[in-house]
């Protein structure tokens, strides 16, 4: 079965940086396209950035110029560097395959203080 275990999470000064990983099991990454996520308390979960299997990356607009997603095929996991940090970026953080419909990993949260 697939399993996403995200981990890397913390608690961090606006301003600072974290980068958060996530270890994909039982799909053959390099022909996925993955996607990160982010739910604050009371929020939808909302799409933060996204990967092709061919490294073509898209971001939110709210993350833009602060996040970098990457991917290491060999070691089957997806990263989320994130700099630059505010409070808005507090939230719980999962990893997914865009659109797929598998079930949801149990993130790793990130609290972002001023």
């Known amino acids: 079965q697939v399993q996403l275990v995200e981990s890397g999470g913390g608690l961090v000064q606006a301003g600072g940086s974290l980068r958060l990983s996530c270890v994909v099991s039982g799909i053959s990454l390099s022909v996925m396209s993955m996607a990160w996520y982010r739910q604050a308390p009371g929020k939808q979960r909302e799409l933060v950035a996204s990967?092709?299997?061919?490294?073509?990356?898209t971001y939110a607009d709210s993350v833009k110029g602060r996040f970098t997603i990457s991917r290491d095929n060999a070691k089957n996991t997806v990263y989320l560097q994130m700099n630059s940090l505010k409070p808005e970026d507090t939230g719980v953080y999962y990893c997914?395959?865009?659109?797929?419909?598998?079930?949801w990993g149990q993130g790793t949260q990130v609290i972002v203080s001023s």
């Open positions: 997914n395959v865009p659109r797929s419909g598998l079930a």
């Open positions: 990967i092709t299997n061919g490294g073509t990356r």
